[in-house]
C-alpha cells in the first residue's frame, strides 16, 4: 500500500518540528511538504495533493478562517485537513470543521494522538472529539434549516 | 408524587409487536411507556401525552419515510426522536438529522444500549454512529459553500480598486512580501502598506492572508466564467 502523503502547514518552526519527529518513524506516512503561510500552503496543497494536510489553525486570521478551507477543498478536492489547534477553540474550531476539515487534535497531544489521526482521516474517518458532535449536529440541522428557507 | 418525581414518558412507535416488546423490556425501568402501532395513533398521543421521547421505528406503517419523520418531528419539536431502522446507512442517517432527530440506529440494536442511546438523546445529546460524522462534515461544508454568493459580490467591489492597486493584490496573492513587493514596483514599503490599507477598506477584507484568497478565487472564477 502507498504510504499516506502528508503536508504540515504550520506557522511554527517547533511545531513542524515536533510532526516531523512524530510522523517521520512511521513507515506508512510520508512527508511530502512543509508551509509557514496560509497561502504557501494553499500552494501546497494544490501542487502537491497530499492525502492529508495538517493546517494550523493559528494561520487563519479573521474571515479567512471560513476561506481559506473552501479554497483548499477547491484546489485539491480529494486532500483531507487535520487542524492543529493551540488549545481547544471551540466556536473557532467548529467554523473551520463546518467550512472542510475533518477533524482537529490540539498541539499538546501531537506526541499521542497525531499518526493515528493522520491514518484516521486519511481513511474517510472523522478526528473529532465525543462530546463536539451534538455542536456539529446543531449547527448542521440551523444549516439545513437556513438553507431550506432561503 | 410530583411531575417532577415520575420518569419520563416515552413512546414506543413501531407496527411489529415482537420488536416493541423488546424495545419495552429494555428501558421500562427507566422510563414510562406508551405504545402505538402506526401512524395516526402515534400523532395522537404525540398531542395528548406531550412525551419526552420516542422510540421510532422507519418502518412504521403509513409513517411515509423520512419525510413523514420530518412531519412528526414539527408536530412536537420538544419530543426528542430516536429513529430505528431496519438497516441503517450513511444517506438515511444524514437525511434523518436533517429531519431532526437526535439519534439514529440499527433497530435491532442490543437492549442495554438501547437503553443507553434513550438516555442519551432524552439528555439533549446525539446518539449516532462514528462513521456518520464525516459525511455530516462533508455536507456542512457543502451547504456552506452553497449558500456563499460572495464571488459575484466581490466582482464589483474589485472594480473599484485602482490598476496599481490590482497589481499589489496580484503580487500580493503570488505570496510576496510587501518589501517584495515595494522593489518589483519600485516604490517604497509605506507606500505598499497605504495602497493595501486602501484596498482592504474598499473590499472590506481584514487582513492579507483573506485578500490574497479572495483574488485567487477571483482569478478562477474569471478563468471559468461560463458557471
Redesign the interface.
Known amino acids: 500500500m502507498p504510504a499516506i502523503s502528508v503536508v504540515i502547514a504550520d506557522r511554527g518552526r517547533a511545531a513542524r518540528a515536533a510532526c516531523r519527529t512524530v510522523l517521520e518513524p512511521e513507515r506508512d506516512i510520508r512527508i511530502v511538504g512543509e508551509a509557514q503561510t496560509g497561502m504557501a500552503a494553499v500552494a501546497a496543497a494544490e501542487s502537491l495533493k497530499p492525502n492529508v494536510l495538517l493546517l494550523d489553525l493559528g494561520m487563519f486570521d479573521g474571515d479567512a478562517r471560513t476561506t481559506l478551507l473552501p479554497v483548499i477543498r477547491r484546489r485539491s478536492p480529494d486532500t483531507r485537513v487535520l487542524l492543529l489547534t493551540e488549545r481547544a477553540r471551540e466556536a473557532r474550531t467548529i467554523d473551520a470543521l463546518c467550512s472542510g476539515a475533518r477533524g482537529y487534535l490540539e498541539k499538546r497531544a501531537l506526541g499521542t494522538y497525531l499518526s493515528r489521526a493522520v491514518r484516521a482521516v486519511d481513511a474517510g474517518e472523522a478526528w473529532v472529539p465525543r462530546k463536539m458532535v451534538a455542536t456539529i449536529i446543531d449547527r448542521f440541522a440551523h444549516v439545513t434549516r437556513r438553507s431550506q428557507r432561503g | 408524587m410530583t411531575d417532577r418525581d415520575s420518569p419520563p414518558l416515552v413512546v414506543l412507535a413501531c407496527g411489529m409487536a415482537g420488536l416493541r416488546k423488546r424495545w419495552r423490556q429494555a428501558i421500562e425501568r427507566q422510563f414510562a411507556l406508551h405504545e402505538v402501532a402506526e401512524r395516526s395513533s402515534l400523532e395522537r398521543a404525540l398531542g395528548a401525552l406531550r412525551p419526552s421521547a420516542m422510540l421510532l421505528d422507519l418502518q412504521l406503517p403509513a409513517l411515509g419515510g423520512i419525510r413523514g419523520v420530518e412531519a412528526i418531528q414539527r408536530l412536537r419539536p420538544a419530543t426528542k426522536i430516536l429513529l430505528l431502522t431496519k438497516r441503517p446507512d450513511e444517506r438515511e442517517g444524514i437525511a434523518a ?2 429531519a ?1 432527530v437526535r439519534g439514529y440506529c440499527d433497530r435491532d440494536i442490543d437492549p442495554i444500549l438501547l437503553a443507553k442511546a434513550l438516555e442519551v438523546v432524552e439528555n ?3 446518539w ?1 454512529g ?2 456518520l ?2 459525511h ?2 462533508e ?3 457543502t ?6 454568493d460572495a464571488p459575484t459580490k466581490l466582482d464589483s467591489r474589485l472594480e473599484r480598486i485602482t490598476p496599481r492597486e490590482r497589481q499589489i493584490v496580484q503580487l500580493l ?1 503570488a ?1 510576496a512580501s510587501n518589501k517584495e513587493i515595494a522593489k518589483r514596483l519600485d516604490v517604497t514599503e509605506r507606500t505598499v502598506k497605504a495602497h493595501l490599507t486602501a484596498v482592504f477598506k474598499k473590499l472590506g ?6 485578500l ?3 483574488a ?2 477571483q482569478s ?1 472564477s474569471s478563468e471559468s466564467s461560463e458557471r
Do not use: F
Open positions: 438529522l436533517k431532526g439533549g445529546e446525539i449516532i462514528r462513521k460524522i464525516p455530516l462534515l455536507e456542512l461544508a451547504l456552506a459553500e452553497q449558500q456563499k496573492s505570496g477584507i481584514s487582513g492579507r492572508l483573506q490574497a484568497l479572495y485567487l478565487e478562477r
